[in-house]
Antibody, heavy 119, light 113 residues
Framework: EVQLVESGGDLVQPGGSLRLSCAVS????????IDWVRQAPGKGLEWVGRTRNKANRYIIDYAASVRGRFTISRDDSKNSLYLQMDSLRTEDTAVYYC??????????WGQGTLVTVSS | DIVMTQSPDSLAVSLGERATFNCKSS????????????LAWYQKKPGQPPKLLIYWASTRESGVPDRFSGSGSGTDFTLTISSLQTEDVAVYYC?????????FGGGTKVEIK
């Protein structure tokens, strides 16, 4: 069974840092693109970034809103991905999801982890 | 960046009736190399992760009821629920994956009339 489980969400002050993890099972991580997507309270879905698969050299793309502040990484040997978030802003408050791509869309999602940026 | 615009923002439909909503991209998401539209539809309910309904604009994900269908090409797309059920109350998002940054539309909220 495919599973993705996010962790690491917390309350953090503006300007602070946080690292989210996404632990996966039930599939070979190196074969898949993985996206990070967030949803702020009362708002729509926002794509944060993605890491491509091994065949596509693990290229990483970011949304403009997080580029330079967030860093996506992965450790296929640990079946895990990470989202390092620095210089956090109040507008980064959201539930963060990781999602696996298959056949042209994100077909499996974690339950999400809540990040709250507030003083 | 490709901007995705969904309409309407919300929609109230009677049980068993058809619900149709639209998604427009600011530039084509149709690839000439494989003739595929890089467009997906997701269903989002409160407290749950998004659920994939449709990809490649019209391919239904396994396990998704056949009352859900996607159509369109290029820049204009439609998601149709042929006979609305109570469990379909949700917000529906389109997403283009033609080129990064991937972008979502603002969503259409579907309610029961």
């Amino acid at each position: 069974e495919v599973q993705l489980v996010e962790s690491g969400g917390d309350l953090v002050q503006p300007g602070g840092s946080l690292r989210l993890s996404c632990a996966v099972s039930g599939f070979t991580l190196s074969d898949h693109y993985i996206d990070w997507v967030r949803q702020a309270p009362g708002k729509g879905l926002e794509w944060v970034g993605r890491t491509r698969n091994k065949a596509n050299r693990y290229i990483i793309d970011y949304a403009a809103s997080v580029r330079g502040r967030f860093t996506i990484s992965r450790d296929d040997s640990k079946n895990s991905l990470y989202l390092q978030m620095d210089s956090l802003r109040t507008e980064d408050t959201a539930v963060y999801y990781c999602a696996k791509w298959q056949s042209g869309a994100a077909d499996s999602w974690g339950q999400g982890t809540l990040v709250t940026v507030s003083s | 960046d490709i901007v995705m615009t969904q309409s309407p923002d919300s929609l109230a439909v009677s049980l068993g009736e058809r619900a149709t909503f639209n998604c427009k991209s600011s530039q084509t998401v149709l690839s000439t190399s494989n003739n595929q539209n890089y467009l997906a539809w997701y269903q989002k309910k409160p407290g749950q992760p998004p659920k994939l309904l449709i990809y490649w604009a019209s391919t239904r994900e396994s396990g998704v009821p056949d009352r859900f269908s996607g159509s369109g090409s290029g820049t204009d797309f439609t998601l149709t629920i042929s006979s609305l059920q109570t469990e379909d109350v949700a917000v529906y998002y389109c997403q283009q994956y033609y080129s990064p940054p991937l972008t979502f539309g603002g969503g259409t909220k579907v309610e029961i009339k």
